[in-house]
T-cell receptor, first 113, second 110 residues
Framework: NAGVMQNPRHLVRRRGQEARLRCSPM?????VYWYRQLPEEGLKFMVY????????ESGMPKERFSAEFPKEGPSILRIQQVVRGDSAAYFC???????????FGSGTRLTVV | GQSLEQPSEVTAVEGAIVQINCTYQ??????LSWYQQHDGGAPTFLSY????GLEETGRFSSFLSRSDSYGYLLLQELQMKDSASYFC???????????FGKGTHLIIQP
């Protein structure tokens, strides 16, 4: 069981570039969540997806950010025209639906220079 | 609204017991979860309380009182490897996701 796989582990982008973060949930998990964490802060919910559906995107900025979870392949969090304030750790979690906790990936540390 | 309050930092001695408190305000309550996160690491699930009372898992226990909007995580026989941040979170019993507190940094001294 490979767990929740996120890549890349570290990503450096210049201001104005695009960042693409990938997440493959645990095998058998159909619920995927993205969180953002700033240094010394808790995790802030961004978006909840199931296959081909966005269930709740109330935590995601309206501009520049988008997320998808296609029928095949990983979930993608896309940040267009990155700014320095986007620098953070982005964690993906998946859930089986059976109440045994959420499993987090190791995160992607995005640095915007 | 939804907010969870927990101390920002707690210091304890190796071998001792420590309690990390969490109070919450939420318009809808779906249980209280606890997660551990080491520096640079992923949050890992520790426990979940849907109902009032104590849940025990090895050295870790978690308590919930819904009438007091309060819970705590109890760590016994502290080890140096327990030095980490601990987050309480609303939710965990369903697919609605988690709302996290800001975390408690636990410092363990020899």
């Amino acid at each position: 069981n490979a767990g929740v796989m996120q890549n890349p582990r570290h990503l450096v982008r210049r201001r104005g570039q695009e960042a693409r973060l990938r997440c493959s949930p645990m095998k058998g998990h159909s619920h995927v969540y993205w969180y953002r964490q700033l240094p010394e802060e808790g995790l802030k919910f961004m978006v909840y997806l199931q296959k081909e559906n966005i269930i709740d995107e109330s935590g995601m900025p309206k501009e520049r950010f988008s997320a998808e979870f296609p029928k095949e392949g990983p979930s993608i969090l896309r940040i267009q025209q990155v700014v320095r304030g986007d620098s953070a750790a982005y964690f993906c979690a998946s859930y089986s639906g059976t109440g045994d906790g959420y499993t987090f990936g190791s995160g992607t540390r995005l640095t915007v220079v | 609204g939804q907010s969870l309050e927990q101390p920002s930092e707690v210091t304890a001695v190796e071998g001792a017991i420590v309690q990390i408190n969490c109070t919450y305000q939420t318009s809808g309550f779906y249980g209280l979860s606890w997660y551990q996160q080491h520096d640079g690491g992923a949050p890992t699930f520790l426990s979940y309380n849907a109902l009032d009372g104590l849940e025990e898992t090895g050295r870790f226990s978690s308590f919930l009182s819904r009438s007091d909007s309060y819970g705590y995580l109890l760590l016994q026989e502290l080890q140096m490897k327990d030095s980490a941040s601990y987050f309480c979170a609303r939710g965990g019993g369903g697919a609605d996701g988690l709302t996290f507190g800001k975390g408690t940094h636990l410092i363990i001294q020899p």
